[in-house]
């Protein structure tokens, strides 16, 4: 059994609202709104998986049925990762939840690739499409603003299938940025301690084939043992005893 690890993306709805004026700089209050921003669709898929799976709101546009069953997913997930997955997308399903009383984790383990990419690069842009355009991986399907009126406010069957289908092409360069990046990141769980019981065992594989590469020794005097490993590549260091 391997870690499930779960990539995910989300569309979202605009407020509508009544206004008297638009320009630059205009405040308009939340009391302008209407019909109040939900999500329009969720796309995932497990590590090591083909398939992309999709959710969408219902035809009355109505995002409940789709948050309970993406939270039943989510939560078989030993590790959640998104691009501003943690202050976008799970903030987005944790505040629809929570008008629709649907309860959640009050954590989960998350890797958000923009953090990486911020803290550990100096990429030209941080976007995801840029990233994987600038890694060789493919781009994101173009769309405009008016697929998303199409959907809103003309409930479009045909526009939400072209939006979930733009929704699943993130989740797939999702991943392929994720397996390019990864290196460069800490890791949030142990592969190895979780499921093989072995803690010494690769992080991210399992594996046993851990080649020493250093020894680096803290201010303190704690010494710690930098291993590559041999199946993966991951660099990990453990504490030596």
């Known amino acids: ?31 302008n709104i209407i019909t109040e921003r939900s999500i329009i669709c969720i796309c995932y898929k497990w590590e090591g998986e083909e398939k992309v799976y999709s959710l969408n709101w219902s035809s009355k546009k109505c995002d409940k049925k789709m948050l309970l069953d993406f939270i039943k997913v989510a939560n078989h997930a030993d590790e ?17 939840c929570l008008f629709h009383g649907i309860p959640m984790f009050p954590k989960y383990v998350t ?51 072209k939006m979930v289908d733009y929704c699943k092409q ?43 590469q250093r020894v680096r020794v803290t201010a303190g005097g704690t010494r710690y043992i930098q291993y590559q490993c041999k199946t993966c590549g991951k660099y990990q260091q453990k504490l030596d005893k």
């Not at 301690?193 to 020493?212: A, F, P, R, W």
């Open 80 to 96: 959640l990762v998104g691009h501003n997955g943690d202050r976008f997308d799970l903030t987005w399903i944790r505040t629809r």
């Open 1 to 31: 059994m391997g870690r499930r690890r779960l990539y995910f993306d989300i569309e979202t709805s605009p407020n509508i609202g009544i206004f008297w004026e638009a320009g630059y700089k205009k405040n308009i209050g939340y009391e």
């Open 170 to 212: 993130d989740v797939i360069l999702l991943e392929q940025v994720y397996e390019k990046l990864k290196h460069h990141a800490n890791h949030k769980t142990h592969y190895g301690v979780v499921y093989n019981q072995d803690k010494g065992s690769c992080v991210e594989c399992g594996s046993d084939e851990l080649i020493k």
């Open 111 to 161: 890797i958000d690739t923009l953090k990486i990419a911020r803290q550990q690069f100096r990429f030209n842009s941080n976007r995801l499409n840029y990233i994987a355009q600038f890694l060789g991986l493919g781009e994101k399907i173009k769309t405009e603003f008016g697929l998303w009126k199409d959907v809103l406010l003309k409930n479009d069957r045909v526009a939400l299938t």
